[in-house]
């Protein structure tokens, strides 16, 4: 059975990330799958995605790890409860820190794939272990603090 | 007299990073200039760089911090061998690490500053500090460790 991606649960209102939201057209709209007890992402940079020419710019890098990993932390909060992700309360992660280490320039024109694992689930709180592989070799690792998203956060009322 | 941005050194090989690089005509083409002895870029996110709805998207955040910051550092290690920018040979730096805190949602509609300062020069490595801010309120803080490009760095032919 083909598996839906985590983003493709978001609420509508919540789906029009730069990363990852399905309704940001603009945006980089990656998603995010299960493996087990990893998840994974697949994201194909664009040719301007340049940072000295040849190599992947270390700021997409940040935006793929980011989101994937809130994206894996609102997943795993999902299946600490025992339920899937179609079901209410929606839970939703933002990012309260994000640390990358840049291990080697990432070459341009291959996939990337960024595999992420949960390291704590502490509460609201989700720590997540992320690294990015191009051509099988990890280029960057990174870690993401992601905390639920306040029930209450206000939305600006022009947004919704 | 007004400052030429340091990015607007940079030789034309490496000014097409998508963070800064003035020859990136999908890029975000940021500005950063001296202010004493912080630095500072302003950058004003278009609408599609949204995370939650109303607020700005952490992954630009990052992008804008971690090129502020090579783009510091390039400028500091100019400043401690005392002479302009556009001498040769050139310095240019690349993210060995990046660290970000967030710690507000920052929103939408409004210029975003980031100020940074050099916290060390040792050898070829600048770290430096970032903070964003929108509306006067400090929104995220970052830290950068940067490091001098090496001379024979390759750059695909293909790309020359």
């Known amino acids: 059975m083909e ?11 919540l789906s029009y990330c730069y990363g990852c939201g399905r309704l ?3 945006g980089l709209q990656i998603k995010s799958y299960w493996d087990g007890d990893e998840t994974v992402c697949v994201f194909q940079p664009r040719p301007y995605h340049t940072a000295i020419p040849g190599y992947v710019y270390g700021g997409l890098i940040a935006s793929l790890i980011d ?3 809130t994206g894996t932390a609102a997943a795993a909060a999902y299946r600490a409860e025992g339920r899937p992700m179609d079901t209410l309360p929606p839970l939703r992660f933002l990012t309260a820190s994000l640390h990358i280490d840049y291990l080697r320039p990432t070459p341009m024109g291959t996939p990337l794939e960024v595999r992420a694992t949960v390291k704590e ?15 099988g070799e990890v280029c960057a690792r990174g ?8 029930e209450n956060m206000a939305i600006p009322s022009d947004h919704i």
């Open 121 to 135: 689930i502490k509460g609201r709180k989700v720590v997540v272990s992320a690294a990015l592989y191009a051509l």
């Open 24 to 26: 940001n057209e603009h």
């Open 143 to 150: 870690e993401v603090v992601a905390v639920q998203m306040p």
């Open 3 to 13: 598996q839906i991606a985590f983003q493709d649960y978001y609420p509508d209102q």
């Open 67 to 69: 989101c994937h990993s």
